[in-house]
């Protein structure tokens, strides 16, 4: 990698900062310096290492990837696009050879199961684990050693007060997706469920269509659950879509309907205006935790887009209006109410 000056790197970091946010102990850190030239630091009048934003990221993504199994030889030349591909999987090739696992299958419901029984004996790649008439006798009969990949229910008619029940069902089963075919639902249910990994289907359904939406469900696979996302600290912070103001006054406006989402995401999103200054106001005065006050600004600069994206959802099914931005937007970015 090519030598970077100082002042090109913006915020610097010495090796203890770096060591505590990316969780590469310090020799470590000048044991791949050295040997594979991961990064390649300035130095300070007196020596130090002084490390900018990107080797952060770098290393960060590095540490993630041999922790997950990588040679730091394998990883150590790569860009940061590189790294992060690497990452998300897209730059591994398919894993080569042998048969796929057949898909274990757990079905719930009379009539669901026994169209399966004799559709799945023939439909290659899915093996059924089990079929109950009903969820009680699921309850009494099913045993924890027996591990699906998927389970499957039948369910004619479907309301909110169950998608509790149904998630339990899931978990005792001990699969790690479902798919529930139903005739009667609203679309809040099922959207309720997709946010518990849940596929809906309306029925009906064919037996063969079933084999097959089981198949791409599981993937061949159960379903690893997901890593935490990275905060990349190059990536730039979001400009804020509320001012505090505009949030208080969120916060004081009565909705259409006896709910407390509108005031409890307002104060949620001003708590986090309040800290993600203060990370920020903690990185530019304390040289020694620069790097690990950068991340908190950045992470949670994150967590408050997001939150405002949900304010601003609420907000319109609510009928609290908004200005869109660039029609009557604040100086700083910001978004006003009506």
């Known amino acids: 990698m090519a030598d970077q000056d100082t002042a090109s790197l913006g915020h610097t970091y010495r090796i203890g900062a770096v060591s505590r946010l990316t969780g590469v102990p310090a020799d470590t850190l000048r044991v791949w ?8 630091p300035v130095r300070s009048d007196s020596g130090a290492r002084l490390y900018g934003q990107n080797d952060v990221s770098r290393l960060t993504l590095i540490k993630r990837l041999v922790d997950r199994g990588d040679a730091i030889s394998s990883v150590a030349s790569l860009s940061l696009d590189q790294l ?11 894993k080569p050879g042998g048969p796929l696992l057949p898909c274990r299958v757990l079905v719930i419901g009379r009539s669901l199961a026994d169209r399966l029984r ?16 009903s969820r009680e006798t699921f309850i009494q009969d099913h045993r924890p050693d027996v591990a699906p990949d998927l389970v499957v229910f039948e369910c004619p008619t479907l309301h909110g007060d169950q998608v509790r029940e149904i998630a339990e069902l899931v978990s005792r089963s001990g699969a790690s997706g479902a798919i529930l075919v139903y005739r009667f639902a609203n679309r809040g249910t099922i959207e309720r469920l997709a946010s518990r990994r849940v596929l809906a289907k309306r029925a009906p359904v064919d037996p063969e269509e079933l084999c097959r939406l089981c198949l791409t469900q599981r993937g061949g696979a159960p379903v690893a659950s997901p890593e935490p996302p990275d905060v990349d600290l190059l990536f730039p912070i979001s400009p804020r879509r509320f001012t505090d103001v505009d949030l208080l006054r969120i916060a004081t406006t009565s909705t259409s309907v006896r709910c407390e989402c509108p005031r409890h995401l307002a104060d949620l999103v001003l708590a986090l205006n309040a800290f993600e200054t203060y990370s920020e106001e903690c990185e530019l005065r304390n040289a020694d935790d620069a790097a690990l006050h950068a991340y908190l600004h950045a992470a949670t600069a994150q967590a408050r887009s997001m939150m405002e994206a949900a304010l601003t959802r609420v ?10 931005r660039g029609e009557k937007s604040e100086p700083d970015g910001s978004m006003a109410l009506k």
């Open 118 to 133: 004799s559709t799945a004996s023939a439909f290659q790649g899915i093996e059924l684990a089990g079929c109950y008439d």
């Open 33 to 40: 310096e050295r040997r594979y030239g991961v990064v390649c």
């Open 84 to 94: 992060r591909a690497r990452i998300r999987g897209t730059d591994l090739p398919e």
């Open 315 to 324: 907000a319109a099914a609510e009928g609290i209006e908004l200005d869109v």
